[in-house]
């Protein structure tokens, strides 16, 4: 028993003095990284050319004679500003940060500083294609957009949009809650997504039987899609931020689920925009919207939640989700 208690106790200070020398080893091998660093690099997970809208991560590696490691360091855009950003919140002491680009192109130098040791690198924004402008046969009376001209149109020929009695389409004119809502119910519709309904009654005070948005409001309404108040506000301009809020509550999940997107992972790389923090009522619309392609932004990097949306972005919209219900075979929701 006592032989046992001694070899026992000489492994545990063989232990301990192993511990020591892997303590004191430990010790001396950081102390000799940080001595013997010769310089920072900074790495992209790829390569330094992307496209427009693209994102890139980037590693700053310490160079150590005979291996490199990831370091901290501060990041900073030193040219370039206006072409894109850094996704994270601050890239100071991070091993590594995300360079978002904007939709234009152009070259961006960026930079990284760690222990002393600084090393610049330049991304390249490929200069975005030009899109391909469909011809189209106009078949209002009023000019339409070049950018909107086929979005308008083909919804038009679904059956999803109309004009005025007029003959115009009113591009310019700013959308209204009624006229969001019916459009959005006519392309659910249209895509097999929702049936009509011969049951509606009234749910709001100020959308009677005989309004044009009387249908549509009660299915919405029905489906908790809009607000569970006494009136709708039909009249009432709507807002690219509220506009945001209803696709991401009625179809983001769904768009999301076709992309194989997880919503914490969409919230958790943002913020997209410059002037829609993570603590904005529309983050999390705005987020799914842009990572879904529906709502892509203004070019300077804004998403712009207070401005009034306009006939030809609404038709841009929705002619953006037909294709991703298509694309992503979405049967129902």
């Known amino acids: 028993m006592h032989s046992f208690w001694r070899k026992a106790t000489g492994l545990s200070l063989g232990l301990v003095g192993l511990?020591?020398?892997?303590?004191?080893?430990?010790?001396?091998?950081?102390?000799?990284?940080?001595?013997?660093?010769?310089?920072?690099?900074?790495?992209?997970?790829?390569?330094?050319?992307?496209?427009?809208?693209?994102?890139?991560?980037?590693?700053?590696?310490?160079?150590?004679?005979?291996?490199?490691m990831p370091l901290r360091g501060n990041w900073k855009i030193e040219r370039g500003e206006d072409l894109g950003y850094f996704v994270e919140k601050q890239c100071d002491s991070a091993k590594t940060c995300t360079f978002q680009a904007d939709d234009q192109g152009g070259d961006v130098t960026i930079s990284v500083e760690a222990n002393g040791r600084t090393n610049e690198a330049v991304i390249h924004i490929s200069k975005p294609k030009p899109a391909e402008v469909k011809v189209i046969e106009n078949p209002f009376k009023d000019t339409l957009p070049t950018w909107a001209g086929e979005p308008i149109v083909d919804l038009r020929e679904r059956g999803i949009i109309y004009g005025y009695e007029d003959g115009r389409y009113g591009a310019g004119d700013l959308l209204t809650r009624g006229q969001l809502i019916t459009?959005?119910?006519?392309?659910?519709?249209?895509?097999?997504?929702?049936?009509?309904?011969?049951?509606?009654?009234?749910?709001?005070?100020?959308?009677?039987?005989?309004?044009?948005?009387?249908?549509a409001a009660c299915v919405f309404r029905r489906n908790y899609w809009t607000d569970?108040?006494?009136?709708?506000?039909?009249?009432?301009?709507?807002?690219?931020?509220?506009?945001?809020?209803?696709?991401?509550?009625?179809?983001?999940?769904?768009?999301?689920?076709?992309?194989?997107?997880?919503?914490?992972?969409?919230?958790?790389?943002?913020?997209?925009?410059?002037?829609?923090?993570?603590?904005?009522?529309y983050y999390g619309d705005t987020a799914v919207t842009k990572a879904t392609g529906i709502m892509?932004?203004?070019?300077?990097?804004?998403?712009?939640?207070?401005?009034?949306?306009?006939?030809?972005?609404?038709?841009?919209?929705?002619?953006?989700?037909?294709?991703?219900?298509?694309?992503?075979?979405?049967r129902g929701l």
Request: charged share 20%; with cysteine.
């Open 228 to 281: 569970s108040l006494s009136s709708l506000g039909p009249d009432d301009n709507v807002t690219r931020g509220e506009a945001a809020s209803l696709i991401n509550r009625v179809i983001g999940s769904a768009m999301l689920d076709t992309k194989n997107l997880r919503l914490g992972k969409v919230i958790a790389d943002g913020p997209y925009f410059t002037d829609v923090p993570i603590s904005h009522m």
């Open 183 to 215: 459009i959005f119910h006519r392309t659910l519709i249209k895509m097999n997504l929702i049936a009509p309904r011969n049951d509606c009654a009234m749910v709001y005070n100020d959308v009677p039987g005989g309004h044009y948005a009387y249908d």
């Open 19 to 68: 511990s020591t020398l892997a303590a004191i080893s430990t010790f001396t091998l950081t102390a000799n990284n940080l001595a013997g660093l010769r310089g920072v690099e900074i790495r992209p997970f790829g390569d330094f050319s992307i496209d427009p809208g693209e994102r890139l991560l980037l590693t700053a590696e310490g160079d150590y004679v005979t291996y490199t």
């Open 296 to 330: 892509k932004g203004r070019p300077d990097g804004t998403f712009d939640t207070e401005s009034t949306l306009n006939r030809a972005e609404a038709a841009t919209i929705f002619w953006r989700i037909i294709k991703e219900v298509q694309d992503g075979g979405i």
